[in-house]
């Protein structure tokens, strides 16, 4: 059975944009292989379980195939399963973000002159 190292399978997997940033997602501990930490130079085999922290979002997925070289996006997609779980949480964490991002309304543009005088009468604000 072929072995391949993990920062090259989630390079290839197109997880990271390069080997680089995902030798440096590895090392930082936002990837753990069968539940470990790893290092980058650990061989990934089929059936192996990966989560994978990519700022706010988890994903959990399984290898079904191994692959060192990169290649089209739809080929790396057979790479891997994303576990129902994963796709579960992921999309409730999703939704949970847009609705706190709207219940913060923001304005496209700065305040003019007068609308911060009445922001700092409104906090008591003495210009120095």
Do not use: C
Request: aromatic share 6%; no cysteine; proline share 2%.
């Amino acid at each position: 059975m072929l072995d391949t190292r993990l920062d090259k399978w989630l390079w290839a997997a197109r997880f990271f944009k390069t080997r680089t940033l995902a030798t440096e997602a590895i090392s930082g501990g936002k990837v753990h292989l069968n539940g470990e930490r790893s290092k980058p130079s650990r061989k990934v085999s089929i059936g192996d379980e990966l989560e994978i922290r990519h700022g706010l979002v988890i994903k959990t997925v399984f290898v079904l195939a191994l692959a060192d070289k990169r290649g089209s996006a739809t080929v790396a997609a057979t790479l891997y399963e994303e576990t129902e779980a994963s796709i579960a949480l992921r999309e409730a964490a999703a939704e949970q973000r847009r609705l706190l991002a709207a219940s913060h309304p923001q304005t496209d543009e700065r305040p003019n002159k007068k609308q911060r005088r009445q922001i700092h009468r409104f906090k008591n604000i003495h210009d120095v």
